[in-house]
Protein backbone atom coordinates (compact mmCIF):
# COMPACT_ATOMS: atom_id res chain seq x y z
CA UNK A 1 0.00 0.00 0.00
CA UNK A 2 2.81 2.37 0.70
CA UNK A 3 4.58 2.80 -2.46
CA UNK A 4 8.41 3.68 -1.81
CA UNK A 5 10.47 5.21 -4.89
CA UNK A 6 13.63 5.89 -4.78
CA UNK A 7 15.80 8.21 -7.27
CA UNK A 8 19.43 10.08 -7.70
CA UNK A 9 21.26 6.97 -8.61
CA UNK A 10 23.81 6.57 -11.32
CA UNK A 11 27.57 7.37 -12.15
CA UNK A 12 30.03 8.95 -10.60
CA UNK A 13 33.58 9.50 -10.09
CA UNK A 14 35.49 8.28 -6.59
CA UNK A 15 35.52 11.84 -4.77
CA UNK A 16 32.46 12.95 -5.97
CA UNK A 17 29.05 12.89 -5.05
CA UNK A 18 25.25 12.14 -5.07
CA UNK A 19 22.35 12.57 -3.52
CA UNK A 20 19.91 9.79 -3.12
CA UNK A 21 15.98 10.43 -2.83
CA UNK A 22 12.81 8.40 -1.63
CA UNK A 23 9.30 9.66 -1.77
CA UNK A 24 6.06 7.94 -0.47
CA UNK A 25 2.67 9.36 -1.40
CA UNK A 26 0.93 11.13 1.94
CA UNK A 27 2.74 11.79 5.43
CA UNK A 28 3.71 8.09 5.31
CA UNK A 29 7.22 8.87 6.97
CA UNK A 30 5.73 11.05 9.44
CA UNK A 31 6.36 9.18 12.96
CA UNK A 32 7.87 6.26 11.45
CA UNK A 33 11.79 5.25 10.92
CA UNK A 34 13.68 5.52 7.77
CA UNK A 35 16.66 3.81 6.57
CA UNK A 36 18.89 3.29 3.77
CA UNK A 37 20.80 -0.02 3.30
CA UNK A 38 22.74 -1.47 -0.08
CA UNK A 39 23.56 -4.28 -1.20
CA UNK A 40 26.90 -4.88 -3.67
CA UNK A 41 26.98 -7.89 -5.70
CA UNK A 42 27.38 -11.16 -3.83
CA UNK A 43 27.56 -9.64 -0.61
CA UNK A 44 24.41 -9.25 1.99
CA UNK A 45 22.37 -6.29 2.86
CA UNK A 46 24.08 -3.75 4.88
CA UNK A 47 22.44 -1.06 6.93
CA UNK A 48 23.76 2.07 5.80
CA UNK A 49 22.01 5.23 7.57
CA UNK A 50 19.27 5.46 9.61
CA UNK A 51 16.69 8.47 10.78
CA UNK A 52 14.48 8.21 13.23
CA UNK A 53 11.07 10.16 13.64
CA UNK A 54 12.98 12.12 16.40
CA UNK A 55 15.36 12.96 13.97
CA UNK A 56 18.02 11.19 15.50
CA UNK A 57 20.83 9.36 12.96
CA UNK A 58 22.78 6.91 13.22
CA UNK A 59 25.22 5.55 10.35
CA UNK A 60 27.41 2.70 9.61
CA UNK A 61 31.28 3.20 10.49
CA UNK A 62 32.30 2.89 6.87
CA UNK A 63 30.10 6.06 5.46
CA UNK A 64 30.59 8.16 8.61
CA UNK A 65 31.50 11.74 8.42
CA UNK A 66 30.75 11.15 4.46
CA UNK A 67 27.06 10.53 4.07
CA UNK A 68 24.12 12.33 5.68
CA UNK A 69 20.66 11.08 6.22
CA UNK A 70 17.70 13.51 6.57
CA UNK A 71 13.97 13.80 6.13
CA UNK A 72 11.55 16.57 4.76
CA UNK A 73 8.15 15.22 6.23
CA UNK A 74 6.51 17.91 4.33
CA UNK A 75 7.61 16.64 1.39
CA UNK A 76 7.30 12.84 2.37
CA UNK A 77 10.81 12.48 1.09
CA UNK A 78 13.74 10.93 3.43
CA UNK A 79 17.08 12.12 1.72
CA UNK A 80 21.18 10.48 1.48
CA UNK A 81 23.76 12.82 0.86
CA UNK A 82 26.66 10.60 -0.41
CA UNK A 83 29.99 12.58 -0.51
CA UNK A 84 33.86 11.45 -0.97
CA UNK A 85 32.42 8.37 -2.32
CA UNK A 86 34.44 5.67 -2.89
CA UNK A 87 34.67 2.63 -5.10
CA UNK A 88 33.38 0.40 -2.51
CA UNK A 89 30.32 2.25 -2.18
CA UNK A 90 29.20 1.05 -5.36
CA UNK A 91 25.83 -1.08 -4.77
CA UNK A 92 22.21 -0.52 -4.92
CA UNK A 93 20.66 1.56 -2.35
CA UNK A 94 17.07 0.59 -1.25
CA UNK A 95 14.69 3.06 1.20
CA UNK A 96 13.34 1.58 4.10
CA UNK A 97 10.00 2.91 6.27
CA UNK A 98 9.23 0.90 9.76
CA UNK A 99 6.74 1.69 11.65
CA UNK A 100 4.01 -0.19 14.00
CA UNK A 101 2.81 -2.94 11.81
CA UNK A 102 4.51 -1.92 9.10
CA UNK A 103 8.09 -2.40 6.63
CA UNK A 104 8.42 -1.32 3.76
CA UNK A 105 10.84 -1.37 1.06
CA UNK A 106 11.38 0.53 -2.20
CA UNK A 107 12.87 -1.03 -5.53
CA UNK A 108 16.31 0.49 -4.96
CA UNK A 109 18.35 2.88 -7.07
CA UNK A 110 21.76 1.69 -8.05
CA UNK A 111 25.05 3.54 -7.55
CA UNK A 112 28.17 2.94 -9.03
CA UNK A 113 31.40 4.66 -8.09
CA UNK A 114 34.55 3.94 -10.33
CA UNK A 115 37.98 4.44 -9.43
Known amino acids: QVQLVESGGGLVQAGGSLRLSCAAPGNSFIGNTMGWYRQAPGKQRELVATIFSTGTTDYAESVKGRFTISRDNAKNTVYLQMNSLKPDDTAVYHC?????????WGKGTPVTVSS
Open 96 to 104: NLQGVGMNY
